[in-house]
């Protein structure tokens, strides 16, 4: 088993900036990588960000690549989401993922997918006000 909590969620003017944190614990050791998704009001939950375990690889959706950064800290068994330029159409919870699963080659559409992921947080909310 493998607990994920999210925090740092909040509102925020466009343009301004937020980090997600997402602490993980449990079987932390057997986790291959961790994602980041959202999920607007009325819509679909949608992939935003993943890094393997080891912080090499990462992967983003195409509508935050340069303005979102993902990263992890395995001292601390924290996965961060650094979003910065933030624009209303950000405004979704958040949820963090893991995937102990996949130990394969860096796949970004292996990691993209919502059901590749073993575990979930219950999310944190962001509202970015225009």
């Known amino acids: 088993q493998v607990q994920l909590v999210e925090s740092g969620g909040g509102l925020v003017q466009a343009g301004g900036s937020l980090r997600l944190s997402c602490a993980a614990s449990?079987?932390?050791?057997?986790?291959?990588?961790m994602g980041w998704f959202r999920q607007a009001p009325g819509k679909e939950r949608e992939f935003v960000a993943a890094?393997?375990?080891?912080?090499?690889?990462?992967y983003y959706t195409d509508s935050v690549k340069g303005r979102f950064t993902i990263s992890r800290d395995n001292a601390k068994n924290t996965v961060y989401l650094q979003m910065n330029s933030l624009k209303p159409e950000d405004t979704a919870d958040y949820y963090c993922?893991?995937?102990?699963?996949?130990?394969?080659?860096?796949?970004?559409?292996?990691?993209?997918?919502?059901?590749?992921?073993?575990?979930w947080g219950q999310g944190t909310q962001v509202t970015v006000s225009s």
């Open positions: 993922a893991a995937d102990l699963s996949y130990g394969g080659p860096f796949s970004g559409s292996y990691y993209a997918t919502a059901g590749s992921y073993d575990y």
């Open positions: 449990g079987r932390t050791f057997s986790v291959y990588a």
């Open positions: 890094i393997r375990r080891n912080g090499v690889y990462t």
